[in-house]
C-alpha cells in the first residue's frame, strides 16, 4: 500500500512539473493554473456529525486560453457499506453481548482528465472526463459490544473482535465530473461539482483472522458511485 501511495503521488507531481514547464515555454496558451482541496465531506463532518461516507481529494488544475483544460487529483474514498446487529447474548459470567457485523470500503487513487470549460456569470461552468488508476481495501468483520454485569450493575463496556478480513484490489476506472465555480476574489474560486464514477477492481491480496468461513471476497468487482458531489475550494497561483 506504501508503495502505490509513493508511486501515485510522484505520477502527480510528474504530470504537475510537465504542465510547469509547458506554462514557461508557451506563457500565451494557458490562462491560470489552480491547486485545490475537496472540503464537501469536512463540512459534512462538522455541520452534522461523522458521515458513513467521505471524499477527500487534492487537485491541481491549469485552464488554458482556448476553454480546454487539464487536472490531475490525488483521492482518498471512506464508505462504510453495512452496519448491522445480528443477535444479543448472555455469555457465562451473565455478560451482555451484542454482535455486529461491518463492511467498509477505502479506496485510494490518482486521476488525470482533460476537459472543456465556459465563462457563466462570476464564475466557470466546465465538464471533465478522468482515467483513474488506485488501490482499494475492503474490510468485514464481527464485533461484540459488551457490557460487563456484577450484581445486576454495569461495571463497564468493552470491544472483542471476533472475526476479520481485509481484501486489496487494484482499482482501475473513469469518472465523468461537471460543476460550476463562483470567483470569490482574484485568487479564491469556490465550486460545487457532480462526479459519478465506475471503476473495475482486481483482487491482489488478502488477509483472515479468526474464522475464515464467515468471509468471501470476489476476484473481481465493479463498483458504480452515481451520488458523488463534491465542494472544491481552489487557490489561484
Known amino acids: 500500500m506504501k508503495?502505490?501511495?509513493?508511486?501515485?503521488?510522484?505520477?502527480?507531481?510528474?504530470?504537475?512539473?510537465?504542465?510547469n514547464n509547458e506554462i514557461n515555454t508557451k506563457p500565451d496558451s494557458l490562462s491560470n493554473k489552480y491547486l485545490g482541496l475537496n472540503i464537501g465531506s469536512l463540512i459534512t463532518n462538522i455541520t452534522q456529525g461523522l458521515n458513513t461516507s467521505s471524499n477527500y481529494s487534492i487537485k491541481y488544475r491549469v485552464e488554458k486560453s482556448n476553454n480546454l483544460l487539464f487536472q490531475s487529483s490525488l483521492n482518498l474514498k471512506l464508505e462504510q457499506l453495512i452496519k448491522e446487529r445480528f443477535y444479543n447474548f448472555t455469555d457465562s459470567l451473565n455478560n451482555d453481548h451484542e454482535r455486529t457485523y461491518t463492511k467498509l470500503i477505502s479506496q485510494f487513487d490518482f486521476r488525470i482528465g482533460y476537459g472543456i470549460y465556459e465563462?457563466?456569470?462570476?464564475?466557470?461552468?466546465?465538464?471533465?472526463?478522468?482515467?483513474?488508476?488506485?488501490?482499494?481495501?475492503?474490510?468485514?468483520?464481527?464485533?461484540?459490544?459488551?457490557?460487563?454485569?456484577?450484581?445486576?450493575n454495569v461495571e463497564g463496556i468493552g470491544f472483542v473482535l471476533i472475526d476479520y478480513a481485509r481484501a486489496g484490489y487494484f482499482t482501475a476506472g473513469v469518472d465523468l465530473s461537471i460543476g460550476y465555480e463562483i470567483n470569490l476574489g482574484k485568487r479564491i474560486t469556490l465550486g460545487l461539482e457532480y462526479s459519478?464514477?465506475?471503476?473495475?477492481?482486481?483482487?491482489?491480496?488478502?488477509?483472515?483472522?479468526?474464522?475464515?468461513?464467515?468471509?468471501?471476497?470476489?476476484?473481481?468487482?465493479?463498483?458504480?458511485?452515481?451520488?458523488?458531489?463534491?465542494?472544491?475550494?481552489?487557490?489561484?497561483?
Request: aromatic residues 20%.
Open 196 to 237: 459519478p464514477e465506475l471503476s473495475f477492481n482486481t483482487l491482489v491480496n488478502s488477509y483472515y483472522f479468526g474464522n475464515t468461513s464467515s468471509f468471501k471476497f470476489n476476484d473481481n468487482i465493479i463498483n458504480s458511485y452515481f451520488n458523488v458531489f463534491n465542494i472544491n475550494l481552489l487557490y489561484k497561483f
Open 119 to 152: 465563462k457563466l456569470g462570476y464564475g466557470n461552468i466546465y465538464l471533465v472526463g478522468n482515467l483513474l488508476v488506485g488501490y482499494t481495501n475492503l474490510y468485514q468483520s464481527y464485533d461484540d459490544v459488551v457490557k460487563y454485569i456484577n450484581n445486576g
Open 3 to 19: 508503495k502505490i501511495a509513493t508511486i501515485l503521488l510522484s505520477l502527480s507531481i510528474a504530470f504537475a512539473m510537465a504542465q
